[in-house]
């Protein structure tokens, strides 16, 4: 699909982007999460509308325990079909091969292999994929569009972002007005969580993401500015 057959959504509600997602590519789109807040409000929506929506879950091997747990009760919870997806290499190996420390060595590689490559992986077999970004995480997200065309080892696909356009607030008062479960480590001072060796509790409230990497300048594993 090119760009320009892509239709503008900018306006339009979460509920009708989805729809249209839906619709548009059926069974080859997924939503790819990491089970944030705004994730779990997208797999809720969307698996409202379309039970048994396919999503998958990048398991780096660095995971808190706590979001583990966090699989396993959305997964219980909300009728998705999820896939859980690995790296190709276990951690010992990486250590083995890059040494221990890669994650605050040289991030980007260790992303690149825990991460981007596994969802290449996944990528290969859809023609678009949900995301739960929204502009007002940071600076880095500021001006996520709501579709966008990416290419993915020289194929266009379509990035949909149904909840570009929600703020913090709104996806808060989602989960707590339909009882959703979250992150306990949100309660613990961690506005963003990824994987442990590289994310910090954050009192900047205006970029929720400020302890992702901190202090290193890095903002994005790569999943959303690579591909
Ligand atoms: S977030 Fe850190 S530990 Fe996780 S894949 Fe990236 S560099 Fe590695």
């Known amino acids: ?3 320009r057959l892509v239709p503008d959504l900018e306006n339009v509600s979460t509920i009708d982007v989805l729809t249209w997602a839906f ?3 059926g069974d080859r789109v997924a939503i790819s999460t990491a089970f944030g807040p705004s994730g779990v409000v997208l797999m809720h929506l969307a698996s409202q509308l379309r039970p048994g929506v396919k999503a998958f879950f990048l398991d780096t091997d660095f995971h808190f325990p706590e979001t583990l747990a966090m699989v396993e009760r959305i997964a219980a919870r ?5 896939e859980i997806v690995k790296p190709e290499i276990t951690v010992d190996e990486q250590a083995r091969v890059y040494g221990e420390q890669l994650p605050a060595v040289n991030p980007d590689l260790c992303c690149r292999i825990r991460k981007v490559e596994p969802t290449q992986r996944v990528l290969s ?15 880095s997200r500021a001006a996520t569009p ?16 149904p909840m570009a356009g929600w703020t913090r607030k709104d996806v808060w008062r989602h989960l707590l007005t339909h009882e959703l479960p979250y992150n306990p480590l949100h309660d613990r001072g961690y506005a963003s969580v990824g994987c442990w060796p590289c994310t910090r509790p954050t009192a900047d409230a205006a970029d929720e993401r400020s ?10 594993c790569g999943l959303h500015t690579l591909i």
Not at 149 to 161: I, S, T
Not at 211 to 220: D, I, M, Q
Request: charged share 30%; hydrophobic share 40%; glycine share 14%.
């Open 125 to 139: 077999g859809l023609d678009a994929w949900l995301t739960g970004l929204r502009r007002d995480q940071g600076s």
């Open 78 to 82: 909300l009728p998705i079909d999820l």
């Open 23 to 25: 619709e548009r590519f």
């Open 211 to 220: 302890g992702r990497w901190a202090g290193t300048g890095k903002t994005e």
């Open 146 to 161: 709501v579709l966008e065309v990416k290419v993915v080892d020289g194929r266009e696909l379509v990035k949909v972002n």
């Open 1 to 3: 699909m090119s760009q």
